[in-house]
Structures are given as C-alpha cells and as structure tokens.
C-alpha cells in the first residue's frame, strides 16, 4: 500500500496536501499556474491517480485546478497520435488513466476553478462537482486536433446528460455554463470563487466522520455503473480515435 510521503513529491503536475483527517487536497498545475495538458501530464496522472487510490488513509479527495481554470489548454508536447507505437501508448495511458480514477476507494470532490474544456471526462468520474460561476464545459481538442472523441467524453456525456443532449454536446462542440450544467446534473453547487475550497472542504469533513469502510464502499458502490461503463466504451472509443489520427496522418502525408 501506498503511503503519502512516498508520492506527494513524485508528481511534477499535481501539489498533493493532506489534513489530519485524512482529505487529500490534489491541485492540478503547471509550474504552479494553470495546468497545461500534454502527452507527459496524460502519462503521469495514471500513475497520479493509482498512487492516490492505494493510500488507504486517503479518507475524501478534493480534486481542483491552479490559477484560473481547471484545464483549458492542451499542447501537443509528448503526444504521437500518427505511429502505431506512439498511439499504443495514449490508448493504454488512456484506458488506465480513467480505470485508475474510478478506482481511487474514497469519495472524491471535484472543485471546479474555472474553465474544464479540456478532459472533463475526470470531472464526471467525481462524486461532488462545485464550480465557480466562470466555470465552462466544452469538448474543444479533439475535433481541433481532427481527431474522434473516443477517450470517454463520447460515452459520458450522454450518459450524465442524455443521449441527445450528449451527442449535440460533442458534435457541436457546444458550451455549458456553469449554470446549464448545473441543470443537467453536471454540476452540484455554484460558489463564488472565493468559496470553492472552502465548501469543498466543508463537505469533505462531512464525509471524513463517516466510518472509513462506510465512505468507501458507498464510492464504490455508486461507481460501479460508471465502472461499467468506461470499461465497455473507452477501449472502443480510443480505437476509433486512433483510426481518425490516422487518417490526419495520411491527409497531412498527402498535402
């Protein structure tokens, strides 16, 4: 098992902090400012979010961005969609990454500082979303890149939000604000900036006095749907994001 002092420091791109109680703070960052997503921070947070989940005296997890957005940029660095080697790697990282999140065995919060355009599939593996009215979701690197949305957006969204609903979400690469979200299920509370750590860490305590075994298991037992889910859809969905790079690839080799 896992212990904390071993990891905290392990990860470039998250600042892990943990209460007497056992709430582990992760803030998601890039040289402490906003993260900016690439191929080595997709390869990290699998191991990010197992070394997390093997803690056992991880009680409640507060999951949260630095600066002004969750995650809302994405750079190509690390990332080879156009070999068969290359794109090996994300389907794997990709398949783990969101097998190794549902697996954390503890309820895990997600506080939302901003912007979450790029993998919000993280946030709807989270049992409690809190956002700040600023808060926007949108799917906006897969079709930038020309590339299907295989790695579980395609398969939450319209799960959470409803099969048309989900389907317009993707195809239109449409923009939910904090408040649509948060009428389609998305989002639990709206909170002024100022107050998103503070109201997450509010009901973090509350579930902190629950028997460990009791939180525990209610996590898992209320995932298991989603756990289903990623399992059957997100292998077969970054296959066909796969296929698409490909042809990118053959597009580009031809102009």
């Known amino acids: ?33 906003t993260l900016v997503f690439d191929g080595h921070t997709h390869e990290e947070f699998v191991d990010l979010f197992h070394q997390i989940g093997q803690d056992a005296d991880n009680r409640v997890v507060i999951l949260t961005g630095a600066g002004k957005a969750f995650i809302d ?13 290359g794109y090996d790697k994300i389907y794997r990282e990709g398949k783990k990454v969101l097998a190794n999140l549902l ?7 997600a506080a ?20 700040t009215p600023d808060t926007v979701f949108q799917d906006k690197p897969h079709f930038g890149f020309g590339i299907v949305p295989g790695d579980g957006i395609h398969s939450l969204w319209p799960h959470l939000i409803g099969s048309i609903r989900g ?8 923009t939910l604000d904090a408040k649509e979200a948060k009428q389609l299920g998305v989002v639990n509370e709206i909170v002024s900036r100022d107050h998103l750590h503070v109201r997450a860490r509010e009901i973090a305590a509350s579930i902190a006095t629950l028997p460990p075994l009791t939180a525990s298991y209610t996590r898992v037992a209320l995932t298991q749907p989603l756990r289903r889910l990623v399992d059957e859809s997100v292998g077969y969905g970054l296959a066909l994001e796969g296929i698409s790079a490909a042809d990118v690839a053959r597009s580009r080799a031809g102009s």
């Open 103 to 109: 697996d954390i065995p503890v309820p895990v919060i």
């Open 112 to 131: 939302l500082n901003g912007p979450t355009t790029v993998h919000s599939e993280y946030v709807l593996l989270c049992d409690v979303v809190i956002a």
């Open 167 to 174: 389907r317009y979400f993707v195809l239109t690469q449409q």
């Open 73 to 85: 940029r994405i750079d190509p660095a690390g990332f080879d969609f156009f070999t068969p080697r």
């Open 1 to 33: 098992m896992a212990k904390i002092d071993t990891y905290k420091s392990a990860f470039p791109h998250a600042k892990l902090t943990r209460s007497p109680d056992g709430i582990l703070e992760v803030v998601l960052h890039t040289d402490g400012d």
